[in-house]
């Protein structure tokens, strides 16, 4: 079974920056779409990021122009750079894989068991 581990995340004040790290057990190469989502309690995980094998990546408004999604095939390692960060970006973050496309996305099969990420003063 693929396995994602997280890792990066932290305690970050307004304006901020935190890299988050994503490592699979198997090649990303062979993975369709890696992707970050986030989760607050009481609310839906949501995408921030996803990238694909050919490189083609997409983010909702609310992170787009301040998260970077990016891939190492050499070291099977997908990165969430997160800059000029808000109070509103505090959530879990978890790192996703998927295989299977459906209605234009490859879904995520495969789920990290998240970091945390906290933005306050």
């Known amino acids: 079974q693929l396995q994602l581990v997280e890792s990066g995340g932290g305690l970050v004040q307004p304006w901020g920056s935190l890299k988050l790290s994503c490592v699979a057990s198997v090649s990303i190469f062979n993975i369709n779409a890696m992707g970050w989502y986030r989760q607050t309690p009481g609310k839906q995980r949501e995408l921030v990021a996803r990238i694909t094998r050919s490189g083609s990546t997409n983010y909702p408004d609310s992170v787009k122009g301040r998260f970077t999604i990016s891939r190492d095939n050499a070291k099977n390692t997908v990165y969430l750079q997160m800059n000029r960060l808000r109070p509103e970006d505090t959530a879990v973050y978890y790192c996703?894989?998927?295989?299977?496309?459906?209605?234009?996305?490859?879904?995520?099969?495969?789920w990290g068991k998240g970091t945390q990420v906290t933005v306050c003063s």
């Open positions: 996703s894989a998927g295989y299977v496309k459906y209605r234009g996305y490859y879904i995520p099969d495969y």
